[in-house]
């Protein structure tokens, strides 16, 4: 059974933690369990009574009529407004609790519906990636098992594969070909995939190796094949592993090709050979650089 701080339910629902303190007094809306030194914590089951309040609040329900609906009206209050609704918070937080139940079906139903609504793009910033920052903090403070974060990242690989599998290209002389990889211990390819699909979407050609592709295959391949871009995402997990060295090694490598790289940090880069990097902090500068190039 996970535990949650109230700080931690603020993050995932969105509720402030004085307001949620407010409830539990006023309307005895969850009863938190307390520590021997006298400090609230939550269970899964006041993590998903709060994530459905959340959603029938954001919806304009009064707080006092959800604090009157027992667990079978609250749930059948959710269904209708989660069938009816295109609030990405309201989606974002049926994904949680999809996660936390493992229910496959249900998650990728939410992810399929939103794709057909707004389109694969505005899903992945919109909804998916915001719902993997919610899985992000569960991650870090140890409340969500491996298996329920390799579940939901499993799930929208998928996804987005298949998208991209179903885009329909036509030759292009003025295409620009792009090298996609994960350096060696990089295991989140998400980033990567979507990546892909933004530039096989501007009709341009992908060589994607995916993950922890050890740099001597990088070296191979770039010197085999006329590139263009040699594109790579790093969250600098891998013990030991300098971020900036290794792109000014690449630097060198390829002096004539320009380095695109996603990374959640950025480093001055030392050398003449950092002229060639582009950082990419969000989507949105794939996106710019994809239009400047087509």
């Known amino acids: 059974m996970a535990v949650y701080s109230i700080k931690e339910l603020e993050k995932l629902s969105g509720i402030k933690a004085h307001t949620l303190r407010i409830w539990e ?17 939550y269970t899964d089951n006041d993590l998903k009574k709060i994530l459905n309040v959340s959603v029938l609040y954001r919806h304009g329900i009064k707080i006092s009529s959800i604090a009157r609906l027992n667990d079978l009206e609250l749930r059948e209050e959710i269904i209708r407004v989660s069938t ?29 519906k939103s794709i057909y609504k707004i389109g694969l793009k505005s899903t992945v910033t919109k909804v998916l990636y915001p719902f993997l920052e919610k899985v992000g903090i569960l991650w870090q403070s ?18 987005i594969i298949t998208a991209t599998d179903q885009i329909s290209n036509t030759f292009n002389p003025d295409g620009k070909k792009f090298l996609l990889f994960l350096p060696e211990g990089e295991w989140h390819e998400i980033a990567l995939l979507f990546a892909q699909y933004l530039i096989v979407k501007a009709n341009h050609e992908v060589i994607y ?23 790579l ?40 050979s950092s002229q060639n990097h582009i950082y990419l902090h969000l989507i949105s500068d794939l996106t710019d650089f994809i239009q400047s190039i087509s």
């Not at 609790?97 to 992810?111: F, H, N, R």
């Not at 298996?147 to 690989?157: G, K, N, S």
């Open 25 to 41: 007094k006023r309307y005895n809306l969850i009863d938190p369990h307390r520590t021997n030194t006298n400090i609230r914590y």
């Open 142 to 159: 140890g409340d969500i098992y491996p298996a329920q974060e390799h579940f939901v990242t499993f799930l929208i690989r998928q996804k």
């Open 233 to 272: 995402s790093c969250s600098n997990s891998k013990p030991g592993f300098e971020i900036d060295l290794y792109l000014n090694e690449l630097g060198v490598a390829f002096p004539d090709k320009k380095v695109l790289y996603f990374s959640s940090f950025k480093r001055e880069l030392p050398g003449e």
């Open 84 to 112: 009816s609704s295109d609030s990405s918070d309201s989606v974002i937080n049926s994904m949680v609790l999809s996660m936390i139940d493992l229910d496959e079906y249900k998650l990728g139903a939410m992810i399929d």
């Open 209 to 231: 190796l995916g993950q922890s592709v050890p740099y001597s295959d990088v070296l191979a391949i770039g010197a085999s094949k006329k590139l263009d871009y040699l594109l």
